[in-house]
């Protein structure tokens, strides 16, 4: 698509995308399958990126065939992932792109989902940029999100809580890294900037309104945003 429309509402993901936490699960997963000669590989890993909780248990256990159920699986992962969390860092240019369209007055709110736990552990050494959100929404957690990505609910819920009169998502941009992610943006009826992991196949990434090698690389006058100083 060639043509954006100017927003006034944006909406991040987290996990991939403003923080570098993708290797961790990678990191955590492995752990845990290579106990039963299994490999974690990127083809799985595409296919489960996005989900939430106990939907990516159900299917790795089916995928890879482990002698375990979902949930003994997910209690493994939770305490591997526990020491791993408070380690991960702030992806380039996003802490840039966020100060910005703060100090500018532009609304901007968090849709993970990550449960609440779970983010906070991620942001532990980064509460002073993700206090610049208006509101956060954790999908692993919220009741009102029923069901994760690809499904719309979480960026529906995110754009209903800014303050009133909350926008219409024709007037939402949404940040994703996954697919999972862009589809859910899509279905919400909302444009979607994706910054895919660079070994994404291309194929993955079409239904984004743009697609970007960073968020170093956004220019937010194309949305009708601030632009930089």
């Known amino acids: 698509m060639g043509q954006f429309q100017p927003v006034t509402h944006v909406l991040f993901d987290m996990d991939g995308l403003l923080l570098d936490t993708e290797d961790l699960y990678t990191i955590a997963t492995q752990e845990i399958v290579s106990q039963y000669g299994k490999d974690y590989t990127w083809e799985i890993k595409t296919t489960v990126m996005g989900f939430i909780g106990r939907d990516v248990a159900v299917a790795l256990v089916e995928k890879m065939q482990l002698p375990m159920t979902p949930d003994e699986y997910l209690l493994a992962t939770s305490e591997v992932l526990c020491k791993l969390f408070p380690t991960c860092k702030l992806l380039p240019g996003a802490e840039r ?7 500018k007055g532009v609304h901007i709110a968090l849709a993970t989902s990550s449960s609440r736990e779970n983010y906070e552990l991620k942001t532990t050494h980064h509460g ?16 009102e999100v029923k069901h994760g990505k690809p499904a719309p609910d979480i ?22 890294d996954a697919p999972n992610g862009v589809k859910a943006a899509r279905a919400a009826g909302m444009q979607v900037v994706m910054v895919p992991d660079p070994r994404m196949d291309p194929l993955l990434t079409q239904e984004a309104t743009l697609v970007l090698k960073s968020l170093e690389d956004f220019k ?8 930089y100083d």
Do not use: M, W, Y
Request: aromatic fraction near 12%; hydrophobic fraction near 40%; glycine fraction near 4%.
């Open 97 to 103: 792109l966020l100060r910005h369209l703060h100090s």
């Open 128 to 143: 002073s940029v993700f206090q610049l959100f208006k509101h956060i929404v954790t999908g692993s957690s919220d009741p």
């Open 155 to 176: 960026f529906l819920i995110c754009a209903s809580r800014f303050p009133e009169p909350a926008p219409h998502p024709s007037n939402c941009l949404v940040f994703e």
């Open 220 to 227: 937010p006058e194309l949305f009708g945003l601030p632009a």
